[in-house]
């Protein structure tokens, strides 16, 4: 196109909305092309001055770099590079503009090697990134290289099920390998948020220490999950909300709370608003009865059974996530179930991802009022859905927060005392049922490592609500102090099953569940120094048992204080509430 030499952008170029074509030849000023040739220049003459010490007295033959002659010489040597198998091969830079060959390339790298850093004989510095300003590390890129980006991945799925991961993984691996700009590849924020619990899992690795970069991953993460749903199809709406629970997770090992608060907050909130609480429901959602309306923001149909199983548990691993951080935090949920607001769960309870794998959902099962059912007691779910382990943890964790929730409740003054125990007898009863219903501990195979991991938490978390249940009673009745002793005893002994102190990786909402365990022993030591509660003799070694318990609580807190801040922060108020005893 002619130019018309309007400045700092000509007329054909603003038009054509491409204004970093825009260059000029009235000799004014040099053009970007001009420019990066320039530099090429000077790289490749740096690159052999290093690679050829020899000849650095050699004259230097200076030249006008904006003369015409200049610009169309293409003879200058390309930098040599190392190949992953170690061999030097010398390029060379195209003339003109004609496109390179891809042939060329393939003869030079090997791109089925493993990956390897350039050696362009560049100092490095205490972390061994190049010190040269024209050297780019992979840390520096839109993303790692794939090999790095398949690293970082083996080590976040080693642990991904104690961090809230309920994708299927082998598709989500495969469509990390498309390219940038396919509609089916995962969303930045989610890759960077894998990449970020990759490289904070890798400091151990003999393949090398990636978690300095985790600094990186973290603020990509973040800036780019605030525009996340910008124009996003259905199944990036819900790797928003995956995203945005590995974020919290990873907020609650660090300390920041708030922010970790923020991310669970905001994942709950969009599974409800893209209505996952209403999957396969059986009551079909009244019409209007106002004037207003109403914009639908839900989701289009699952494009198969792994993608609607991916929906399934998304809700229930955010519904496990708010219930629990809930009880944590003393705030309120986020995820109701009410039908005042609309909010009733009607999705099944989740199912193992091999499960979906099969198509084994009935295409015309509905389901309503799930977890109402189930803590009223009432099971007309699916055959095989207490083998799930989301399923469990799920339930471990309603229980969890409505034993907390009803024993706060609690006032002498009440004013419906019969319903209050009413409500306390069924969750009591409805607690003691799922902790029968729970896979025995001894019996699953060690080298099993999610399945075991994942079902001591929901052990846990089952006789944490036995003791929150029975806390406010505790120091009054005999029977409530009783199941409180025996609910801590079973944490203990469950730790010591597992050898949960060997886990490389928990889910961080222990620390409040062995924090709770604690306070039981705790005040059952303060307790025997002041007076029995009956009149019956103290055994001698009751005592020495108590502390024992409480000893080896404490010793597994501390094996993962120093790895997550949350734990530690228990850890310290129980050596504090200890002092003295």
């Keep these: 196109m002619k130019c018309d030499g309007v400045r700092p952008v000509c007329g054909p170029c603003s038009r054509a909305n491409r204004p970093d074509d825009c260059e000029y030849t009235d000799g004014q000023g040099r053009t970007r092309t001009q420019i990066l040739e320039e530099n090429i220049a000077h790289l490749e003459a740096r690159i052999q001055e290093l690679e050829n010490p020899d000849s650095a007295q050699a004259p230097i033959m200076l030249h006008n770099p904006h003369s015409p002659s200049y610009q169309s010489r293409h003879g200058s040597p390309a930098p040599r590079v190392m190949t992953p198998h170690g061999r030097l091969h010398a390029g060379s830079r195209s003339s003109g503009t004609s496109s390179p060959n891809v042939g060329e390339f393939q003869g030079i790298f090997n791109f089925g090697a493993p990956w390897q850093p350039l050696d362009l004989g560049l100092p490095l510095d205490p972390r061994g990134h190049a010190t040269s300003s024209t050297t780019e590390g992979w840390w520096d890129a839109e993303e790692p290289p794939m090999t790095i980006a398949q690293q970082l991945m083996d080590h976040f ?52 220490d990636l978690s300095m970069h985790e600094v990186t991953f973290l603020s990509r993460a973040l800036s780019q999950i605030g525009h996340a749903l910008s124009g996003a199809p259905t199944h990036q709406t819900v790797q928003a909300i995956q995203a945005r629970l590995l974020l919290a997770t990873y907020h609650y090992c660090t300390g920041k709370f708030i922010e970790g608060r923020h991310q669970s907050d905001s994942a709950a ?54 219930r629990c951080w809930a009880v944590a935090f003393g705030a309120p949920t986020i995820i109701s179930d009410s039908d005042a607001f609309g909010t009733q769960i009607d999705t099944p309870w989740p199912l193992d991802m091999e499960t979906y794998e099969r198509g084994q959902i009935y295409p015309n099962l509905r389901t309503s009022c799930t977890l109402r059912n189930f803590l009223g007691g009432i099971n007309t779910g699916w055959p095989w859905e207490n083998q799930s382990m989301l ?42 049922e799922f902790k029968g219903q729970l896979y025995l501990l001894e019996n699953i195979d060690h080298s099993d490592s999610d399945v075991l ?20 009673f505790a120091q009054q009745n005999a029977a409530s102090r009783n199941k409180c002793l025996a609910a801590g005893t079973a944490i203990v002994r469950a730790n010591a099953i597992v050898r949960a102190y060997e886990f490389p990786v928990i889910n961080p909402i222990l620390g409040t569940v062995w924090a709770a365990a604690c306070q039981v022993f705790i005040r059952e030591l303060v307790s025997l120094r002041s007076f029995p509660l009956e009149p019956t003799p103290i055994p001698a070694d009751q005592e020495t048992e108590l502390r024992s318990s409480l000893d080896q609580l404490q010793a597994v807190m501390a094996v993962f204080a120093p790895v997550c801040a949350l734990i530690n922060y228990q850890h310290g108020k129980v050596q504090q509430e200890r002092v003295g005893l």
């Design 453 to 472: 991991r994942t079902t001591h938490t929901s052990h846990c978390l089952a006789h944490a609500a036995t003791i929150q249940l029975h806390s406010v």
């Design 157 to 208: 799925f080693q642990h991904a099920s104690q961090l809230g991961w309920f994708m299927h993984v082998t598709r989500f691996r495969h469509s990390v390998m498309l390219t940038q700009g396919n509609v089916n590849r995962p969303i930045p924020a989610l890759l960077n948020a894998v990449y970020l619990w990759g490289a904070s899992f890798s400091r151990h690795s003999p393949e090398g």
């Design 391 to 432: 399923a469990q943890v799920s339930k471990a964790s309603a229980l969890f927060e409505r034993a907390t929730h009803l024993a706060e409740c609690w006032r002498p003054e009440i004013p419906n005392m019969n319903a209050f125990y009413n409500n306390f007898i069924s969750i009591d009863q409805r607690i003691e």
């Design 269 to 322: 909130a969009l599974a409800m608003a893209c209505g996952l609480h209403k999957i396969r429901s059986a009551q079909l959602a009244p019409p209007s009865s106002t004037y207003v309306d109403v914009v639908p923001i839900t989701l289009m149909d699952s494009r198969d059974q792994i993608e609607e199983g991916e929906r399934i548990n998304a809700l229930w691993t955010a519904f496990s996530m708010d």
